[in-house]
């Protein structure tokens, strides 16, 4: 069966530090994957979506980029943190066609 | 897609059946209705998701207007675990899948 793993679930990290958030997807070949964002009391926002290696689309201008390495993880990242960066991160994938979004676990960061 | 609009809050006694409303007024021909929830801290689980035809899985029934610009989630016998915010979605089926969120309803089960 297929499984999401994302880490880590909690980081509380400085302004102006780097940050990596790491989501790895098993039991599939080739899936399409997420990033989203929720800020406190907020619905999710989709900050970037990918469909193979290498190939990275951005829904918002921000502060942070995504990278996908290999074709089952894909990686979040900032060089410098701001404070509007808090919130709780969410990786997530389908396969191919298929419409159903299968999210992480989540990662709460806070930005202090 | 379409945009769809749902009520910000709902209460449900245990127990009893829960209907989440939606409305999806602007819904074209080929654009699916889905229904996601996300319990508190955790990411969004899905739930069901119909074109036009009623649909009924383990979790839920989904009913959708014959004009299709509206439609029901409902959970048969609520209890407090499904207290969540449920998201009603539209969107093209087919490619990769672009889910765009909404503020949901937050449904809260008490005793």
């Known amino acids: 069966s297929q499984t999401i793993h994302q880490w880590p679930a909690t980081l509380v990290q400085p302004v102006g530090s780097p940050l990596s958030l790491e989501c790895t997807v098993e039991?599939?070949?080739?899936?399409?994957l997420y990033w989203y964002r929720q800020a406190a009391g907020r619905g999710l926002q989709l900050l970037f979506y990918s469909v193979g290696i290498g190939q990275i689309s951005s829904e918002v201008p921000q502060n942070l980029s995504a990278s996908r390495p290999q074709d089952r993880q894909f990686i979040l990242s900032s060089k410098k943190l701001l404070l509007s960066d808090s919130g709780f991160y969410l990786c997530a994938w389908s396969e191919g066609n298929d419409e159903k979004l299968f999210f992480g676990s989540g990662t709460q960061l806070s930005v202090l | 897609d379409a945009k769809t609009t749902q009520p910000p809050s709902m209460d449900c006694a245990e127990g009893r059946a829960a209907n989440l409303p939606c409305n999806h007024s602007t819904i074209s021909g080929n654009e699916y209705v889905y229904w996601y929830r996300q319990i508190h801290s955790q990411g969004p689980q899905y739930i069901i998701h119909?074109?036009?035809n009623n649909e009924t899985n383990e979790m839920a029934s989904l009913i959708i207007t014959e004009d299709r610009k509206s439609s029901t989630l409902i959970l048969p016998h609520a209890t407090l675990r499904d207290t969540a915010v449920y998201y009603c979605i539209v969107l093209v089926s087919g490619g990769y899948n672009k889910l765009i969120f909404g503020a949901g309803t937050r449904l809260a089960v008490h005793p």
């Open positions: 039991g599939t070949s080739n899936p399409n």
């Open positions: 119909g074109l036009k």
